[in-house]
T-cell receptor, first 113, second 112 residues
Framework: NAGVTQTPKFRVLKTGQSMTLLCAQD?????MYWYRQDPGMGLRLIHY???????AKGEVPDGYNVSRLKKQNFLLGLESAAPSQTSVYFC????????????FGPGTRLTVT | GQNIDQPTEMTATEGAIVQINCTYQ??????LFWYQQHAGEAPTFLSY????GLEEKGRFSSFLSRSKGYSYLLLKELQMKDSASYLC?????????????FGAGTRLTVKP
């Protein structure tokens, strides 16, 4: 049981490049989340999903797209990376609407130059 | 809008007790969470309050007052390993909605 995993762990992009961050969970959780964490600003919700095939916008969705084609995977895409997207990205999951313990992945450190 | 406020930094002595406060203003409140995050690591779940009152879990306790929009995390018998950031978060629920909002975190330093 690996819990929540994220790929890659580190990445450096040039402005304008695109990439996809992969989050995978093997706990059969319904809800999945993507956050970014910047110094002094805490965690901010980008997008989330309440089940396979569904996505919803969080607090800071601009510049990102997501997909949840399979229940265990939640993908975060950057179509045209900008330096403002330099951050640490965390994925998390919760079993269902009645649950409260959110499990986090180890994070992806992304630098856009 | 959603506002969650907590002190930026706190310092305490090993073996002492420390209280970290969190105030919030949200609509559709459905639970308050505390997470611990060591530098360079992912947050880990500490506690959850949805009703008013105190929840105790070992050395950690969390209190909630929904009418005041206030919570605190109490850490007893502080240990050096408790040096970390502590994140307050509020879950906001609407129809088909499970939004989470975090405060900026309180960096706690435990000194010998």
């Amino acid at each position: 049981n690996a819990g929540v995993t994220q790929t890659p762990k580190f990445r450096v992009l040039k402005t304008g490049q695109s990439m996809t961050l992969l989050c995978a969970q093997d706990m059969n959780h319904e809800y999945m989340y993507w956050y970014r964490q910047d110094p002094g600003m805490g965690l901010r919700l980008i997008h989330y999903s309440v089940g396979e095939g569904t996505t919803a916008k969080g607090e800071v969705p601009d510049g990102y797209n997501v997909s949840r084609l399979k229940k265990q995977n939640f993908l975060l895409g950057l179509e045209s990376a900008a330096p403002s997207q330099t951050s640490v990205y965390f994925c998390a999951s919760i079993e269902d609407r009645a649950s409260y313990e959110q499990y986090f992945g180890p994070g992806t450190r992304l630098t856009v130059t | 809008g959603q506002n969650i406020d907590q002190p930026t930094e706190m310092t305490a002595t090993e073996g002492a007790i420390v209280q970290i406060n969190c105030t919030y203003q949200t609509s559709g409140f459905n639970g308050l969470f505390w997470y611990q995050q060591h530098a360079g690591e992912a947050p880990t779940f500490l506690s959850y309050n949805v009703l008013d009152g105190l929840e105790e879990k070992g050395r950690f306790s969390s209190f909630l007052s929904r009418s005041k929009g206030y919570s605190y995390l109490l850490l007893k018998e502080l240990q050096m390993k408790d040096s970390a950031s502590y994140l307050c978060a509020v879950r906001v629920w609407g129809y088909n909605n499970n939004d989470m909002r975090f405060g900026a975190g309180t960096r706690l330093t435990v000194k010998p």
